[in-house]
C-alpha cells in the first residue's frame, strides 16, 4: 500500500481514525495512537482548552515595601500607610504610653527602677512586634486576603494572658516598694557613718592618751 500524502512512499502504518495508509513521515504518535495531520489538527482543535494557571488578584493600590520599612520606624505610621487608621493609631498610642511610664517610674521613689526596667525591655519588643507585624500584612494584602482595620487579635493575646502579664506587674511592684524601703532605711544609716568614723577616731586618741 502506498501513504496517501506522498504516494511514492511504502505505508507502514494507518489512521486511528479515519484509516487511512500513512508511510513513516506522515504518521504522528500520541500516547500510543497514531494520526495523521488532518486528523490531528481536528482532534486539537474539537478538545476543550486548558484552563491557564491564575495568578492570586492583587489590590489595586501599590504598597511599596521600602517605604513600609522607612514608616517601620514611627510605630503605627507603618499601619497607618497600609490603610490601617484604628490599628495604627493604637499601636502609636501605645508606644508613646511605655515612654510615657518609663520617665514616670524613673523619678518615682514608690516604684524605682524594677517597672522602669520592665518598660525599657517592652520598648524594643514593642518596636519590633510593630515592624514584623506590618510586613506581614503587606504580604497578605498583596495576597488578596481581607484584613480587617482592628485589634482584635492583639486584645485576644491580652485575655489570654492577661494574669500572666498581671502577676508580672506586681512582682515588679513588689520588686520596687522593696527597693524603696530598704532605700529609705538604709540612707540615713549612709548618712551616720562620718560621724561613727568621728567617734571612732576621738575614742582612739583619746584611749591611746590614757
Keep these: 500500500m502506498q501513504c496517501r500524502t506522498h504516494p511514492t512512499a511504502h505505508a507502514v502504518n494507518t489512521c486511528n481514525t479515519c484509516g487511512e495508509w500513512l508511510c513513516e513521515d506522515c504518521t504522528l504518535d500520541i500516547n500510543g495512537r497514531l494520526f495523521c495531520r488532518a486528523c490531528l489538527a481536528k482532534l486539537a482543535e474539537s478538545a476543550p482548552e486548558k484552563p491557564r494557571p491564575v495568578s492570586a488578584p492583587r489590590s489595586g493600590r501599590r ?41 514616670l517610674t524613673a523619678g518615682s521613689s514608690f516604684l524605682g527602677w524594677p517597672l522602669t526596667v520592665l518598660f525599657s525591655l517592652s520598648l524594643p519588643v514593642c518596636f519590633l512586634t510593630y515592624m514584623f507585624d506590618g510586613f506581614n500584612i ?19 493575646f491580652f485575655r489570654r494572658n492577661g494574669k500572666v502579664l498581671l502577676i508580672l506587674l506586681i512582682l515588679f511592684a513588689g520588686l520596687g516598694i522593696a527597693g524603696s ?19 571612732f577616731c576621738v575614742y582612739a586618741v583619746a584611749k591611746k592618751k590614757t
Design 181 to 199: 524601703i530598704l532605700s529609705a532605711v538604709i540612707r540615713p544609716l549612709f548618712n551616720l557613718v562620718p560621724l561613727l568614723l568621728i567617734a
Design 63 to 103: 504598597i511599596s515595601s521600602c517605604l513600609t520599612f522607612i514608616f517601620s520606624f514611627l510605630p503605627g505610621a507603618n499601619y497607618m500607610y497600609l490603610g490601617l487608621m484604628k490599628r495604627g493609631l493604637a499601636a502609636m498610642c501605645g508606644f508613646f504610653l511605655l515612654i510615657y511610664l518609663i520617665t
Design 138 to 156: 503587606r504580604r497578605r494584602m498583596l495576597n488578596s486576603e481581607v484584613v480587617h482595620d482592628n485589634i482584635d487579635d492583639v486584645l485576644a
